[in-house]
């Protein structure tokens, strides 16, 4: 026997490899080696910067001292301070929460002395001194030269301070802390605090910042026991080793010692309980180190759905940091005991689903969550959760957070999202979905009322009319065809028609979408360059970035300027125009080619549009353009909000090639790949695919394509034969070439055939 158990683990090995290069992964390949998670940090990206899990309910990093917009993550490149080390961030967002339960280690001194008034605790740190991989992060805190060190689970921290040897050890815990914008609600409603043992501490925080209603509790377990407390209320000190109240902040002094000292963290949104239940069960040892390589672990499973080739070094870094951050939201919402916070403010027991939070839909309905279809079995999840959260708030999401719907931006577009995924053959009870989605034509907020009863928002009744007609547009389309999957006649009649309505804002007269009065007369004086934020018929836009949102309908669209030679013209004018904006114009319009804005999501699938009139090498230049001056692996290599992973998905979805004009009907549209070859790990265990002979810098063009060693000729790809694995082959080249495809062909715009 014992033989048996090296000739089993031998054969295990072996069988693993020719699994993992069956499915297109490379087994020895250190993807998470790829990542540079600082990309982004910069500028205007927000990107989150710490240590998480894919997917986790744990985001552990730094807070910076800074608040305000570009500290939407609690960290931003330009800073050099740290206040804390926080359980919970977003990444990419363009309004700032979270950045709760936030730990940071101090040396004692005279300053500290427990009964004297709240200690500082704050520290400056150098970037030299600073490191950030996948479940990493590590630096070292001028102030008093301590190392320290964050590792996570999915609901769980580690960290790891190292302190100089003759020093005092503490650690702050601030439960005022937080990461707000300037402009925040109340912040702050209330904390608590509790020794549990002597080297066991609880407690929670409750906020209205972004999500009104913010409920997160933890417990906190040391390696060693906890010498002397010191708590705090507003700012002074209390004799009591327990308390509720605003502002409490609690230093925490340990014998000094040669070893580091450990602290392992446990966050829930439902209860203490809770949180040291998930400690348990996550983190039951004290090695910091064998929790690091298996966060690493994990983000090197979820990173090889993709292998992507490149002699480009830059391009595979930027295309496995863009992987990276569309893993980070959705976030893990469920203790490990199933249970989590409702949008009702109940308490619920999830039954045969994972709950999620952080549901950034107004981006990620666009590409997201088409590459979720592809490559993540969590996709009923997500999808569950946003009917769960139609049961408890009795409408379909907007912008879900901690339990809390912020109803930012505009569309419902969770529709979109859960008829996309039904479409596809994803486990979804499609009655209860479409009970769910079609509730969208009894509403009446938000301009939805008028709708209804005219066909189109008046521009003088409700701000953004434009950009709220146009997005609901979308998401009546996405019933219309979850109703003629289902059989519905009527039903789809009925929402295909509303779907149409984008039509009421166009004036033909000068080739843009506009506001229309109640009159029915076009609003005066009108500007396409003019935008001002928050206040006109657009978000974030003007008329030249919002004409092109009918992904739904793009010939629909051709029609309206009368042929496809006035479309494409138009088109062309998009990115030859200035690109000046006036003054008060959003900051989100950014990324600018002509008035084409790649750093906010409505413009990102207009690049794509060429091929519906017959004219796709247009898009090869596009794309490479903005492949190259709107993606860098600078921490300001993000020319916008990454926005919870649309910013990324879209160069993810170009640099293979294809692309989702339409989220709904699974149809994705050629571009100009740069992977030399990629392997995508399907949901479904199978493989695709994609191969570019001769690409090069200049040979940008689309030359031929084969599907299966087969001539290909369609401009686009569907779902339906990706899911089924295969490979594609793009041959490129120098010249524009519209031959290769069939020019008779149209592109679909439904998915009614689907069984």
């Known amino acids: 026997m014992r033989f048996f158990y090296p000739f089993c683990f031998i054969t295990f090995c072996c069988f693993f490899y020719a699994c993992s290069v069956a499915d297109g992964r490379d087994p020895k390949k250190d993807y998470a080696a790829f990542v540079d998670p600082l990309i982004g940090s910069g500028g205007h990206g927000h990107v989150f910067v710490g240590a998480s899990v894919p997917h986790g309910m744990v985001q552990l990093g730094p807070n910076n001292a800074s608040k305000g917009w570009d500290w939407c993550s609690g960290y931003h490149d330009s800073d050099s301070t740290i206040v804390g080390f926080a359980h919970t961030h977003l990444s990419g967002t363009g309004i700032a929460d979270l950045g709760d339960i936030a730990f940071m280690p101090i040396v004692s001194d005279e300053r500290s002395a427990p009964g004297s008034d709240y200690v500082r605790h704050i520290s400056t740190f150098s970037k030299q001194n600073q490191i950030v991989e996948p479940g990493y992060y590590s630096v070292k805190l001028n102030e008093h030269q301590i190392h320290a060190e964050l590792t996570s689970t999915e609901r769980a921290g580690f960290q790891r301070y190292t302190y100089p040897q003759t020093a005092i050890p503490s650690v702050v815990i601030d439960l005022d802390e937080g990461v707000k914008s300037l402009e925040a609600r109340k912040g702050t409603l209330g904390a608590g605090f509790r020794l549990v043992n002597d080297s066991t501490i609880a407690g929670y925080r409750l906020s209205d910042e972004w999500a009104t209603d913010h409920k997160v509790y933890f417990t906190a377990v040391f390696s060693r026991p906890v010498k002397a407390l010191q708590l705090y209320k507003e700012g002074k000190p209390v004799s009591s080793v327990s308390d509720t109240g605003l502002h409490i902040q609690v230093k925490l002094d340990f014998a000094k010692s040669a070893e580091p000292l450990l602290v392992k ?272 018929d657009y978000v974030e836009g003007n008329a030249w970035q919002y004409t092109w949102l009918v992904p739904h309908d793009v010939y629909g669209l051709i029609g309206l300027f009368g042929e496809k030679k006035r479309f494409t013209n138009k088109l062309d004018s998009l990115f030859t125009v200035s690109s000046e904006l006036n003054e008060g114009a959003s900051v989100d319009i950014s990324g600018m080619i002509g008035q084409y804005a790649h750093g906010n999501e409505p413009s990102h699938h207009i690049l794509y549009l060429y091929a519906y009139a017959g004219e796709q090498s247009k898009t090869a230049g596009l794309v490479r353009n903005v492949f190259k001056e709107f993606y860098t692996t600078r921490p300001d290599g993000l020319i916008g909000n990454e926005d919870c992973g649309q910013m990324s998905a879209w160069y993810i979805f170009s640099s293979l090639g294809f692309y989702p004009v339409n989220p709904v009907n699974g149809i994705f549209v050629f571009g100009s790949p740069i992977a030399d070859k990629a392997s995508i790990r399907l949901q479904n265990g199978k493989t695709f695919e994609v191969i570019t002979q001769h690409n090069s810098a200049e040979n940008i063009y689309i030359q031929t394509v084969s599907l299966n060693g087969m001539g290909y000729r369609k401009p686009y790809i569907n779902y339906d034969t990706i899911v089924k694995g295969g490979t594609l082959v793009f041959k490129m080249g120098n010249k524009p070439s519209d031959s290769w495809y069939d020019q008779q062909i149209r592109i679909p715009e439904s998915n009614q055939a689907r069984p």
């Open 265 to 536: 963290t446990g966050i829930s949104y439902v209860s203490e309980e809770g949180a040291s239940a998930n400690l348990s069960q996550e983190i039951p040892h004290w090695n910091f180190d064998e929790l690091r390589t298996a966060a690493k672990a994990k983000w090197n499973e979820s990173l090889s759905t993709i292998d992507f080739q490149s002699a480009d070094t830059a391009a595979v870094k930027i295309f496995y940091t863009s992987l990276y951050h569309t893993l980070i939201a959705p976030s893990l919402f469920s203790d490990v005991d199933g249970r989590y916070r409702g949008a009702d403010g109940a308490i619920h027991q999830a039954k045969d689903f994972t709950p999620y939070t952080t549901f950034s839909l107004w981006d990620t309905y666009r590409a997201v969550h088409p590459l979720y279809t592809l490559i993540d079995k969590k996709v009923p999840d997500y999808v569950n959760t946003l009917l769960s959260l139609y049961d408890q708030q009795k409408s379909m999401p907007v912008w879900s957070l901690v339990g809390n719907e912020t109803n930012c931006m505009v569309g419902r577009h969770s529709i979109p999202v859960v008829v996309d995924a039904a479409l596809k053959g994803f486990p979804i009870d499609k009655q209860r979905a479409f009970k769910a989605v079609s509730s969208l034509e009894k509403m009446d907020e938000a301009g939805l009322n008028h709708v209804r009863t005219q066909q189109y928002i008046p521009a003088d009744k409700e701000p953004w009319s434009v950009a709220k007609g146009l997005e609901y547009a979308i998401d009546d389309y996405a019933i219309a065809e979850l109703a003629a999957n289902l059989g519905y006649t009527a039903e789809e009649d009925k929402f295909r028609g509303r779907s149409r309505n984008y039509q009421q804002y166009f004036d033909a007269s000068t080739g843009f979408m506009r506001g229309k009065l109640s009159s029915g007369k076009w609003r005066a004086n009108f500007n396409p360059f003019h935008s001002i934020h928050l206040e006109d």
